[in-house]
């Protein structure tokens, strides 16, 4: 007979130390490999931050808008760099703050520095996500180069809340207040940030005092704010589970459960969204601004809990977070706050009660939980003070950094120790021509036109003849001799907008031509196909609405009295077939 197979002693294998330390290296290499790919996927966020910013802006100011996200990952990466990941976790450190370790590269052999380096991107992607609340808070007022500063000092400042948090010495961690994924320090640090910003920044010229109608207020672009809560939807699941740190022993359970109970969080806000949306309008719409509000705010809510709770409780959390954020959004509104992107709904109101749920939910039993039971797991009042606590450390240490700040930022700027604000805000002149021109050189319009004639102040009539096809072009421009006036002949594509047509002042229009303005007015009158001549009176100020129709019945045509934002594009001037525009001009500036 052949001989027997040797036998295979596993646990003999087991103890042997060559084996032993691979095996270690192995889950320490397992361990950085997770929270790099959550790191790129958190910092793939400011996309979202961006996008949801940009549509809820008006026009003119979109690359600006993109230009500060970017700003929040090279000035923030430099701050961090520098200071801030010395000040959350170097050693040797205080119950306060980190006093060394600000060079993560230096002094620690190859395994201990993969696990700082995988640590220390993932740190500065929160650190990211804290300073780029505040760019949503004060959209189109605040200054570029104010921003610039406000970048490298949040990030420092962001850094102590951390220590106190998830370092092993921070001193809400060591009392044993609970935040797995930031809602504390990210989103509540943010979003506090972002209130002293609009408090101090103050409106947007006309919104709150009447000069301007709340439509010329209204969101660029609700599908870039819907595209964008997409992206933060899916890269705060990286968030959420990510903060796990690793996959390894019972990691990989509080990671997978921190992902459903994100899920379903967000599912319950969602829901609740629809259904407050749809009571708050009278039973009548599902606004945007509702859900997307909601669905953040949800997400922000189960970001400290996540990793304790069940799933099940999730969803209760996330629809309470929803409620709260759109609420808080309401009351900004109330207070003549101005707040474009509800970020301090999202982000103050979600976090506190994110924050606080861990008091109410929190599950010791569950596997790899580290915190005491809630409230409701019989835990009683004890980590539900710890939360409080948190939240009111956070807040208070929020607005002592942030108040100095823009105080000295707006006194420096204006050279005024009374009125910071002057010195922190845009001139009104450029807000009224957005950052994307004055500060970037983008004219959207001047650069639309074909030839400096059409540029040139004139007055009395001007005429467009439009041949509706398949082209979208800008137009040819040729003066008159005989009467100073300007022909502009477009080829414009079916059913596009007549963007050329930049009306700074007072101008009344006589369009000639079939089936015009077919789907575009304000009334059922203005969507039935008529023949004959179309009037639009308009009287250009700071204002930009829809405008109203009234059918005259004596000869069936359609007069619409536009008013429109000085310089900006008369967007119901939508041709879907040949026709042609006469406009009586008092003076054209700037066209």
């Not at 192995?26 to 996927?41: E, H, M, N």
């Not at 780029?132 to 962001?158: D, E, H, P, Q």
């Not at 009042?381 to 823009?406: D, K, N, R, Y």
């Amino acid at each position: 007979m052949g001989e027997s197979m040797p036998t295979f002693d596993c646990y003999a294998l087991s103890q042997c130390p060559s084996f032993q330390q691979s095996k270690d290296e192995g889950d320490f290499a397992d361990d950085a490999t997770w929270i790099l790919t959550s790191s790129f996927v958190i910092l793939t966020m400011q996309t979202g931050f961006g996008l949801v910013e940009m549509g809820s802006s008006m026009a003119g100011w979109e690359v600006h808008i993109l230009l500060k996200n970017a700003a929040d990952v090279f000035v923030g990466a430099m701050s961090y760099w520098l200071l801030g990941y010395g000040l959350s976790f170097g050693t040797p450190s205080s119950p306060f703050m980190g006093f060394g370790g600000f060079d993560p590269v230096a002094g620690y052999d190859p395994i201990e520095s993969g696990l700082r380096f995988s640590q220390y991107i993932f740190q500065f992607s929160f650190a990211a996500t804290a300073t780029t609340i505040v760019s949503g808070c004060i959209a189109m007022r605040l200054r570029f180069f104010v921003y610039i500063i406000y970048c490298f000092f949040a990030v420092i400042f962001y850094s102590f809340v951390a220590h106190w948090i998830w370092a092993d010495d921070g001193w809400l961690n060591t009392l044993g207040a609970y935040d797995h994924a930031g809602g504390g320090p990210v989103h509540l640090f943010g979003g506090i940030n972002g209130l002293v910003a609009i408090i101090m920044v103050g409106p947007r010229t006309g919104m709150f005092d009447g000069k301007r109608t709340k439509k010329s207020f209204r969101a660029v672009s609700p599908s870039s704010q819907l595209f964008g809560l997409f992206m933060l939807w899916w890269g705060w699941i990286g968030f959420n589970c990510g903060s796990s740190f690793g996959i390894t022993g019972l990691k990989w359970v509080v990671a997978t459960r921190s992902a459903i109970s994100t899920v379903n969080g967000s599912a319950g806000g969602g829901i609740t969204s629809i259904i407050y949306s749809y009571l708050r309008t009278g039973r009548k719409l599902i606004k945007v601004d509702h859900m997307v509000v909601g669905i953040l705010g949800s997400l922000v809510s189960t970001t400290a809990a996540c990793s304790v709770i069940n799933t099940h409780e999730s969803i209760l959390v996330g629809a309470i977070g929803a409620i709260v954020s759109n609420l808080v959004c309401s009351l900004m509104k109330y207070l003549h706050l101005d707040d474009p992107v509800g970020g301090v709904g999202v982000h103050v109101g979600g976090g506190i009660w994110g924050v606080i749920a861990v008091g109410i939910f929190a599950d010791a039993s569950l596997p790899g939980a580290d915190v005491r039971s809630g409230l409701l797991h019989g835990g009683g009042m004890h980590q539900l003070g710890l939360q409080l606590l948190e939240t009111v450390a956070l807040t208070g240490w929020s607005l002592v950094t942030a108040i100095p700040f823009f105080y000295i930022c707006g006194i420096g700027c204006s050279r005024d120790w009374r009125n910071p604000r002057k010195g922190l805000r845009m001139t009104v002149e450029e807000e009224m021509q957005g950052a994307d021109k004055f500060l970037h050189g983008l004219d959207y319009f001047e650069d639309y036109e074909a030839s400096e004639e059409s540029r040139t102040p004139l007055s009395g009539d001007h005429v467009i003849d439009s041949e509706l096809g398949n082209k979208d072009t800008r137009g040819d421009s040729a003066q008159a001799e005989s009467s100073g006036n300007i022909d502009l002949r477009m080829s414009l594509k079916r059913g596009r907008r007549a963007s050329l047509l930049t009306l700074p002042t007072s101008a009344s229009f006589r369009i000639s031509g079939p089936d015009c303005f077919e789907e575009n007015e304000a009334s059922e009158e203005s969507r039935t196909p008529l023949s004959g001549d179309q009037v639009i009176d308009s009287e250009l100020g700071n204002k930009d609405t829809r405008g109203d129709s009234a059918q005259d019945e004596s000869n069936g045509n359609i007069d619409l009295r536009v008013p429109l934002n000085r310089g900006r594009r008369a967007s119901l001037l939508t041709l879907p077939k040949s026709a042609s525009c006469r406009i009586s001009v008092s003076r054209i500036e700037d066209c």
